[in-house]
């Protein structure tokens, strides 16, 4: 889990003493439950002055996770199998069940990347390769009449590795030069 249960307490402690979902009842059977399952955690004596009706729930509450902190870890361990056992809803929302959860679940908070703008990522070079060829091409057709003795023939042997749709207009092209 990374955290000791000492330091989870520390960190839970505060939401828990401002729950209002542990009433006077579910207070007692925290304490109960760690008296008589665990008296080495909870002695007779520290568990009727964690009871007692006269002290507000929640100083009685501050006061216990308080000793239980003071007493290490198995104490701290014990009592969230405590309250995972009696009041589970409570133990589930938790600020470190909560970090733990979200930690561990990847659709919980699915990753945000980063969006680049390029269209793709073969890099600056495969861009000055594309823009030279066509340059080129338009170079080609720019002075294949004029200047350039056999340029449709050029363009005829250019159609050859492309799309079908491209090698038509070429050669189209081509055929059309010669006729003029």
């Known amino acids: 889990m990374g955290d000791s249960f000492h330091a ?5 402690s ?3 003493r401002s729950d209002l979902r542990l009433d006077t009842e579910r207070v007692d059977k925290l304490i109960l439950q760690l008296n008589r399952i665990y ?8 568990a009727t002055r964690f009871r007692n009706l006269d002290v507000p729930t929640s100083v009685r509450l501050g006061e216990l996770l308080t000793d239980l902190q003071g007493k290490g870890e198995e104490a701290c361990r014990e009592f969230y199998r405590a309250l995972h ?10 600020p470190t069940r909560l ?5 561990l679940d990847p659709l919980a908070n699915p990753r945000v990347y980063q ?3 390029d269209m793709n990522d073969r890099g600056p070079l495969f861009f000055l390769g594309c823009f030279s060829v066509a340059v080129g091409m338009a170079l080609l057709y720019y002075y294949s009449e004029a200047k350039v003795s056999g340029g449709s ?3 005829g042997m ?5 799309k079908k749709k491209a090698q038509e207009v070429l050669i189209w092209y081509t055929e059309d030069s010669r006729m003029i």
């Open 14 to 16: 505060s939401f828990l």
């Open 85 to 94: 056992l009696h009041v589970e809803e409570l133990y589930y929302s938790l």
């Open 153 to 155: 023939r050029a363009l």
């Open 39 to 46: 008296p080495q955690i909870l002695t007779d004596k520290e």
């Open 8 to 12: 989870q307490l520390l960190e839970d």
């Open 158 to 162: 250019a159609a050859l590795g492309l």
């Open 99 to 103: 970090r733990l959860r979200d930690s």
């Open 115 to 117: 969006q680049r703008h």
